[in-house]
Structure formats: structure tokens, C-alpha cells
């Protein structure tokens, strides 16, 4: 293969004596095949970025990996989703080895002769947006877009020199890396929180310095409970790109946070309207439209702000509790169990007023250790937002590296002569 060969995949799979084929149908793998033990069965939701998800994976006893041995996994195959996302691939790795391609998906199985191709670049290649275009624009169907053989085996490609597609592939697989790590000390920092909630917002584990009792918040009877009301919203007229007096609403919270990237502004006049929902520093905001019980603590306010229909305001009376703790306690696991007790099996799409005067919590009788609690976990929030902004960081790295060394525009070794 010469440098840079515009070929097919279905050439490249040929050149190393490999093949494209079908998963197996469902009549040949049927739902009581399936046990809580044995060889995993690769699914289309076990497809992620070029990696294969373990978790909830279906597995298949010894005897059926027999009967199914041509649809084995081996290092270097690639695997698709033949329904719907059809863009999804994943490359099958070390561990991955002898697992099974299953129902619904196809299996690009690269033969022995790999001495031109590295099969990790063709994967790369595959994620590109060009390639991804491709795989779109051909598919067929109507309601639900299906990959075959015959279209996967057309897909165009530009291989360069193995020599070269080894050093993207080396250079790429540290972005990868460095990409993976950021995602596993993520979740395992979000885990961490998980349980360091559990303990201190339930009194569990207690901070140091702090004895005293915890007493039932019955939160509507100690709070202002607000929300826009006479009016269902702006009309898009009256949305302005900038000024100095912002409109929040329930599509502006992000983690817990108001994005103050994305609230509009409204004219001073709108914001006089209603002085019962001018924000304070210190309000906790829920969703009661739509996507119902989203949290949002106003910890700073970048000028006058008003509120948008379809959020209620907490505010304490009189430093009944910290602001901050309810804030902790609303994103707990007490508060899911509050929503998922209301709709009683059924799907609500509004909170009323009145559901949330039966909202009531544990807490600490002392304001300080509130105070104390809420800030602890702050803190980790504060940390994991700092971890996600490294992982967005990596992330477009990463994509750069991509565009970069799989369009050809950065050659990381010099061409060799065929």
C-alpha cells in the first residue's frame, strides 16, 4: 500500500485477509440464552467513543460461544451499531478478546496481514467528522437509519504509510489516556461526594466541634416561597443580547449554578414588574415546569436579575437555616425520593406549591454546623467543577489532535517511498 491510499474499508479488511459481517439474528440468540455469568455479548449500547462499556453487558454461556464462535472478537476488530446511530464504533482491545459481537451490531474483523494497517488508526479515522458524514449520508432507511456490509465495505478512506498511521496512533492514544483518567478520577470523586452526603447530611458522621441536636425543617413554614406569577414569560421581542438587568429561568441552570453565560436581559421596567422575585444572593431556585426539580443556588449576582416563569424562589425567614444547606440537602437523595413519592408512579410535569409545604428535612438545630456541613460539600463541588473544566480542556485537545494528524495536515513522520 502506498502512502496515503484513498481505498475502501472493505479493500483494507481484504488486503489483511479479514471480513465485514452481520452480528448474529435474533434467531439465533434469543433472550433466554442470556445468564448473569460468562462470555460478554458486545450490544449497540455497549458502544461508547471508541471503547466498550463492561456495565450491564450481556453475557452467554459456554455452549453458545460455540455455537456462535464465527462472531469472536479479536484485538483490532471494530465494531459498529447497525440501527439508528450508525456513527457509533468501538475497537475491540487486549481485554476485550474473545468476546462476542451480538445482535445488532457489524463487526469489521481484520484478517492476520496487518503489516500495512494498524487497526486502531482506521478506527480514529472512522470517528472524523468527514467520515462520519459519510456513514449518514449512506445509510438507509427512513425512521430508523441501518449500516450492511455492502455499505461499510464502500466507506473511502485515506491510509498513509503504517509508519505514519503507528505515530498518530501513539500520539492520539495519550490524549485518550489522559482523557480516561480525568472520566474514571471524575466518577470516583462524584462517588466520594455521594457518600460524604450521605454521612453528613444525615448526621451520621458529625464535623468536629459539633454536638448539639438536629431538628425537623419543615421548609415552606420557615421560607418565602416565590414565583413568578401574572405573566407566562417574555415574548422573544422583549429578550435583549445585553444590558444590566438579567432574566433567569430554569434552562439556565448547570450544575447546580446559573450559567451566567446564557441568561438574557431584560429592560429595567420588566424588572420592576414584580419586587417580590428580584433575586438575592443566597436563593435557591427549583424547576416546577417541565423538567421539574432542577436546583440552582444563587451564590453571586452579577447585577439586578429577575425571574422567568417556571422556577420558584426558597429564600430563609429571618435566618431560619443556611441557604447553602438546603441547597445540599434539595440535591440529595431525600429530595429524588420527595419528587418520585409525588408523581406515585406516574410522570408529573409540575410542581405545586403545595406539594413542597410537605417538604421537610433533618438538620442541625446550630445554624453554624448548617453553615459547616454545606461548606464541605461546596468545596467538593467546587473541585469536581475544576475536574470538569480539565476534561473539557483534554476533551478539545484531543479533537484538535484528530482534525490535526487523521486529515494529514500534521505529519508526525516523513512520508516513506513505496
Known amino acids: 500500500m502506498t502512502s496515503d491510499s484513498e481505498v475502501t474499508l472493505g479493500e483494507i479488511v481484504r488486503l489483511t485477509g479479514g471480513v465485514i459481517q452481520t452480528g448474529p439474528f435474533g434467531s439465533q440468540l434469543h433472550a433466554s440464552d442470556y445468564q448473569s455469568?460468562?462470555?460478554?455479548v458486545v450490544m449497540p449500547t455497549n458502544l461508547g467513543d471508541n471503547v466498550i462499556r463492561e456495565a450491564g453487558i450481556a453475557r452467554i454461556g459456554d455452549h453458545d460461544v460455540r455455537r456462535l464462535a464465527r462472531h469472536k472478537l479479536r484485538e483490532g476488530d471494530v465494531i459498529?451499531?447497525?440501527r439508528g446511530d450508525v456513527g457509533r464504533r468501538s475497537i475491540v482491545r487486549a481485554e476485550n478478546s474473545g468476546w462476542l459481537c451480538g445482535t445488532g451490531c457489524l463487526a469489521v474483523k481484520f484478517g492476520p496481514n496487518r503489516a500495512d494497517v494498524n487497526p486502531k488508526y482506521v478506527s480514529l479515522l472512522i470517528g472524523t467528522p468527514r467520515v462520519q458524514t459519510w456513514l449518514f449520508d449512506n445509510a438507509v432507511g427512513?425512521?430508523?437509519l441501518n449500516l450492511n456490509t455492502s455499505i461499510l465495505?464502500?466507506?473511502?478512506?485515506?491510509?498513509?504509510?503504517?509508519n505514519e498511521q503507528d505515530a498518530a496512533v501513539k500520539a492520539l492514544e495519550g490524549a485518550f489516556a489522559q482523557e480516561s483518567a480525568l472520566e474514571r478520577l471524575i466518577a470516583k470523586k462524584r462517588d466520594i461526594k455521594q457518600g460524604l452526603m450521605q454521612e453528613l447530611l444525615t448526621g451520621r458522621t458529625r464535623l468536629p466541634g459539633f454536638t448539639s441536636d438536629w431538628t425537623t425543617l419543615k421548609v415552606a413554614s420557615v421560607s418565602h416561597l416565590?414565583?413568578?406569577?401574572?405573566?407566562q414569560g417574555l415574548t422573544t421581542e422583549e429578550y435583549r443580547a445585553s444590558g444590566t438587568h438579567r432574566l433567569v429561568g430554569g434552562t439556565d441552570f448547570a450544575d447546580g449554578r446559573i450559567n451566567w453565560n446564557t441568561t438574557p436581559y431584560v429592560d429595567k421596567w420588566r424588572y420592576d414588574q414584580d419586587p417580590n422575585i428580584q433575586l438575592r444572593a443566597g436563593d435557591v431556585l427549583i424547576t416546577k415546569d417541565g423538567t421539574i426539580g432542577k436546583i440552582a443556588l444563587i451564590d453571586r449576582l452579577p447585577g439586578p436579575t429577575?425571574?422567568?416563569?417556571?422556577?420558584?424562589?426558597?429564600?430563609?425567614?429571618?435566618g431560619a437555616y443556611d441557604s447553602a444547606l438546603l441547597f445540599c440537602m434539595l440535591r440529595s437523595r431525600a429530595f429524588d425520593?420527595?419528587?418520585?413519592?409525588?408523581?406515585a408512579g406516574s410522570t408529573i410535569n409540575h410542581l405545586y406549591q403545595k406539594d413542597l409545604v410537605t417538604l421537610e428535612f433533618r438538620v442541625p438545630v446550630r445554624i453554624e454546623e448548617q453553615a459547616a456541613i454545606a461548606a464541605v460539600i461546596l468545596d467538593v463541588d467546587a473541585e469536581l467543577a475544576?475536574?470538569?473544566?480539565?476534561?473539557v480542556s483534554a476533551r478539545n485537545i484531543k479533537q484538535g489532535m484528530m482534525q490535526e494528524l487523521l486529515s494529514g495536515r500534521t505529519r508526525l513522520v516523513p512520508e516513506v517511498a513505496a
Open 153 to 162: 465495505s464502500a466507506l473511502p478512506l485515506s491510509l498513509p504509510h503504517r
Open 306 to 318: 429577575t425571574l422567568n416563569s417556571g422556577v420558584f424562589v426558597l429564600r430563609p425567614k429571618q
Open 337 to 343: 425520593e420527595f419528587v418520585a413519592g409525588l408523581s
Open 142 to 144: 427512513g425512521t430508523m
Open 226 to 231: 416565590k414565583a413568578r406569577i401574572g405573566w
Open 37 to 40: 455469568m460468562g462470555t460478554p
Open 80 to 82: 459498529f451499531s447497525r
Open 386 to 391: 475544576a475536574l470538569d473544566r480539565r476534561l
